[in-house]
C-alpha cells in the first residue's frame, strides 16, 4: 500500500498579509465561506492524508485551532510506503484556482515568482525540507528551491498576495463555495413572518414572505441556506438577487436588518454566548462573518475573522478585521479617495499600490477603535493596539502594542496588561486565553519591538515639526502686525 500526502505550507511572502499573519498561519485566513486551508483539503478528496507547514512560533497555537494534528512534522508519513507528497502553498484561494492532481511527476510549480506547489516523490528530500522551518520561512523556501526538483512555470493559480486580494475576491468565492458546500434544502433554520426574502425565480424578482421563502429554500430554488438554531426575525429583508446568503448555525439576524448576497455568516456552536447576532446590520453584498460576532451598522465588502465586535452604528467597507476586535460606535473607515485613484498600502515598510479604487482598512487581533474613530483608505492598524478618536486622522500605518490619541502615538501598554485585559474579553465569550496563545503574543510583541519604537518616533517628529511650523508662521504673522 502507497500513501499520498497533502502538505499546506507557508512560504516567506506572509508577511504581506500582516497583520493579520502576525499571529495565525496564512492558510487561516477567511476567503468565501472558508479558511484557505479549508478550501484546499475539500477540493483535493485524493490525499491520503494532509498536515501543515508554518512558522514555528505559530505551532502551538495552530494545533489548539483543531486545524489537524500534524503541524511542522511528518511522523505520520511512512518512508518504507511513500510515494508522493504534493506541498502546496496556504496563500492559494483553492475556490478560484486551478488545483494540481496529488499523483504526477516531480515538478515545483511556479507563478510569478512564487511556488504554488511541490511534487514531491522521495522520502529523503521531503525530509530534507523539515529541517529548515523557522520563524520567517526564507530558509524553508530557499531549500525548497535548491532540491533536484525540475521547475516549470503554470498558470491558474489565484494567490492571496495582500489582505485586499481576500478582500476583494470574496464575493466571487462565496458563490464559488455556496455552489460546492451549501445544500439549502437541508436548511433547518426559521424565517419568521414578517420577513422577507428577494429572489430571483424563473427570470422574475420578487419578494416572498417567510412561508414561500422558506419552501423554496427547502426545495434548493433559491441561493439561500438557514442553518440550526437560526433566526430571521420580522422586518428583517434577505436579498439574494445579486449572490447566494449563507447564513450559518446559531445565528440571531435582528430588525431591522439587510442583508445583501453573496455573503456568508460562518456557523457558530450554539453554546452560551457562542453565537452570532446581527442587530439592525446593513451587511452588503461580499462579506463573510466568521463565528461569534456581533454586528449592526454598515458593512460592505469585507472579512471578519471572528469573535469581533462591530455592534453600532458606524461604516466599515473593503476591510479585513481580526479576532476580537472592537469597533466603537460611529467609527467609520473610507475605502475611495476622493480623487478615485487607486489607493496605496503601507506593507512592510512600503507603500504598495493596490491597483484598486476601493480598498479599506485592515485591523490586527485584540485591536480597538473608540468611539467615532475615522481611518482613511488603506490604513492598517496593528495587533492590541488602541485608536482613539482625537478630530485627527491617525497616521496610515498605526503599529502594533501601540495607542493613539491626540495626534500622538506611543508605545502602549505592558504586554503583562495587554495579556489581563485580552483574559477578560475572551472570557466574556467562554472563551480561555492559553499558555500558548501568551507565549505567541509575547513572541510577537519582541518580533515587532524595534519597528514599533521607530515608528513612534517618526511619528511624533514628523508632528513636532508641523506644531514648530506652525509656531514660527503665527510668530511671522504676528510681528508683521
Known amino acids: 500500500m502507497t500513501n499520498k500526502y497533502l502538505i499546506i505550507f507557508e512560504d516567506n511572502l506572509v508577511s504581506n498579509l500582516n497583520p493579520l499573519t502576525l499571529t495565525r498561519p496564512a492558510f487561516e485566513l477567511l476567503c468565501g465561506m472558508k479558511p484557505l486551508w479549508e478550501n484546499i483539503i475539500k477540493r483535493m478528496p485524493d490525499a491520503g492524508s494532509f498536515s501543515y507547514i508554518c512558522r514555528d512560533y505559530l505551532k502551538d497555537v495552530a494545533l489548539q485551532h483543531k486545524i489537524g494534528t500534524q503541524i511542522n512534522s511528518i511522523e505520520h508519513v511512512h518512508e518504507s510506503t511513500f510515494d508522493n507528497a504534493l506541498l502546496i502553498n496556504g496563500r492559494i484561494i483553492a475556490s478560484l484556482s486551478e488545483l494540481p492532481e496529488i499523483d504526477g511527476e516531480e515538478v515545483i510549480g511556479l507563478q510569478d515568482g512564487a511556488i504554488a506547489y ?39 493559480i489565484k494567490f492571496a498576495n495582500y489582505l485586499w486580494n481576500l478582500v476583494l475576491a470574496n464575493g466571487e468565492a462565496i ?4 455552489k460546492f458546500y451549501a445544500k439549502p434544502e437541508e436548511s433547518k433554520g426559521v424565517i419568521e413572518n414578517g420577513a422577507f426574502v428577494r429572489a430571483k425565480v424563473d427570470g422574475k424578482i420578487i419578494s416572498y414572505g417567510a412561508e414561500e421563502a422558506s419552501k423554496l429554500m427547502k426545495e434548493g430554488k433559491i441561493g439561500l441556506y ?21 447564513i450559518g448555525a446559531h445565528i440571531d439576524v435582528r430588525p431591522p436588518s439587510l442583508i445583501d448576497g453573496p455573503c456568508c455568516m460562518m456557523d457558530n456552536e450554539g453554546t452560551s454566548k457562542k453565537t452570532t447576532i446581527i442587530d439592525g446590520g446593513l451587511i452588503r453584498s461580499g462579506c463573510t462573518l466568521g463565528p461569534v460576532c456581533r454586528v449592526g451598522g454598515e458593512l460592505e465588502e469585507s472579512i471578519i475573522q471572528g469573535y469581533t465586535n ?58 480597538k477603535l473608540g468611539i467615532g474613530a475615522l481611518l482613511t483608505t488603506g490604513t492598517v492598524v496593528g495587533i492590541m493596539t488602541n485608536v482613539l478618536s482625537s478630530g485627527d486622522l491617525p497616521p496610515q500605518y498605526v503599529p502594533s502594542f501601540c495607542f493613539y490619541r491626540e495626534n500622538r502615538l506611543s508605545k502602549g501598554f505592558r504586554v503583562k496588561t495587554l495579556l489581563e485585559t485580552a483574559e477578560r474579553v475572551m472570557s466574556r465569550r467562554n472563551v480561555k486565553l ?11 510583541y519582541e518580533m515587532v519591538e524595534a519597528e514599533r519604537n521607530d515608528e513612534v518616533d517618526k511619528h511624533n517628529r514628523r508632528v513636532d515639526n508641523e506644531i514648530f511650523k506652525l509656531i514660527k508662521q503665527y510668530e511671522k504673522e504676528k510681528a508683521k502686525k
Open 118 to 156: 511541490a511534487r514531491i516523490k522521495n522520502y529523503g528530500k521531503l525530509a530534507s525540507l523539515m529541517d529548515s522551518i523557522s520563524d520567517d520561512q526564507n530558509q524553508f523556501i530557499e531549500k525548497m528551491m535548491s532540491i533536484d526538483v525540475p521547475k516549470k512555470e503554470i498558470k491558474g
Open 175 to 178: 458563490e464559488a463555495d455556496f
Open 226 to 246: 438557514i442553518g440550526e438554531g437560526t433566526k430571521i426575525f420580522p422586518n428583517v429583508t434577505i436579498d439574494i438577487t445579486g449572490g447566494p446568503a449563507y
Open 310 to 367: 462591530k455592534h453600532h452604528a458606524g461604516f466599515i467597507g473593503h476591510a479585513y478585521l481580526g479576532e476580537w476586535v472592537n469597533v466603537g460606535a460611529m467609527a467609520t473607515n473610507s475605502d475611495l479617495k476622493n480623487d478615485l485613484s487607486d489607493v496605496k498600502v503601507p506593507v512592510n515598510n512600503q507603500i504598495v499600490d493596490s491597483g484598486d479604487l476601493k480598498v479599506g482598512c485592515f485591523i490586527g487581533d485584540h485591536t
Open 434 to 444: 492559553t499558555e500558548a496563545d501568551c507565549k505567541m503574543l509575547e513572541k510577537v
